[in-house]
């Protein structure tokens, strides 16, 4: 059974500074893995999408990162705003269309 | 082009009432995706959509939720009667099956109905 974990589930950071989110699964069998950012009373926006034969994939000032042999992947966010305050899900594409997600992450970015 | 597109975004109803939400998908968009987010947590899956055809119906507790997309389009869920531990977002989702450059199987969310059950 597909598990997905992210690491921290929250985290605080000045403004300006660079982040990296985690997230680990643990089958390596996946078709995709999508990271996506929640804000509070919203739904989910799409970041970025990382096909199972890809190893990155950058938008601005996102890169995704994925590693399917260690099952893990990241999230770097470069240059950050308070803008960028919300939560971060990380949702593996494992049985065709099944997104098994994880807890999330909570980014705060102080002015 | 129009997002996903749920409604009602809010409802508070006593326990044991039914309620029932409702799914618009993108135009276009073959497999549509009911999930359940409690607070705190990532969504988890209820039921997905072929077509008008239940795929993935594993997680769906039927004795008291159901769910419908008579034409595959838009579609229906419900839960009757409710319970205290069904207050939770629900969200709806849709994709294509078809590959689009970089937004190949992307699946797109909308903003969910919360509901809170009293």
């Known amino acids: 059974k597909q598990e997905v974990t992210q690491i921290p589930a929250a985290l605080s950071v000045p403004e300006g500074e660079n982040l990296v989110l985690n997230c680990s699964f643990t089958?390596?069998?996946?078709?995709?893995l999508q990271w996506f950012r929640q804000d509070p009373g919203k739904g989910l926006t799409s970041l970025l999408l990382?096909?199972?034969?890809?190893r990155e994939q950058t938008s601005g000032r996102l890169n995704a990162s994925l590693d399917k042999s260690s099952g893990r992947s990241t999230l770097y966010i470069a240059a950050s705003q308070p803008g960028d305050s919300a939560t971060y899900l990380c949702?593996?594409?494992?049985?065709?269309?099944?997104?098994?997600f994880g807890q999330g992450t909570e980014l705060s970015v102080k002015p | 082009e129009a997002g996903v597109v749920q409604s009602p975004r809010y409802k508070i109803i006593e326990k044991k009432q039914p309620v029932a939400f409702w799914c618009n998908p993108i135009s276009g968009h073959n497999t549509l995706y009911w999930y359940r987010q409690n607070l705190g947590q990532g969504p988890e899956l209820l039921i997905r959509?072929?077509?008008?055809?239940?795929?993935?119906d594993s997680q769906l507790p039927k004795d008291r939720f159901s769910a419908e997309r008579l034409k595959g389009v838009d579609s229906t869920l419900k839960i009757q009667p409710a319970e205290l531990g069904d207050s939770a977002v629900y969200l709806c989702a849709s994709s294509s099956p078809r590959p689009t450059g970089i937004s190949g199987n992307t699946i797109y969310f909308g903003e969910g109905s919360w509901l809170t059950v009293v």
């Open positions: 959509y072929e077509n008008e055809e239940a795929v993935d």
């Open positions: 990382i096909q199972s034969s890809q």
């Open positions: 089958d390596s069998a996946i078709y995709n």
């Open positions: 949702a593996v594409n494992s049985q065709g269309g099944k997104l098994i």
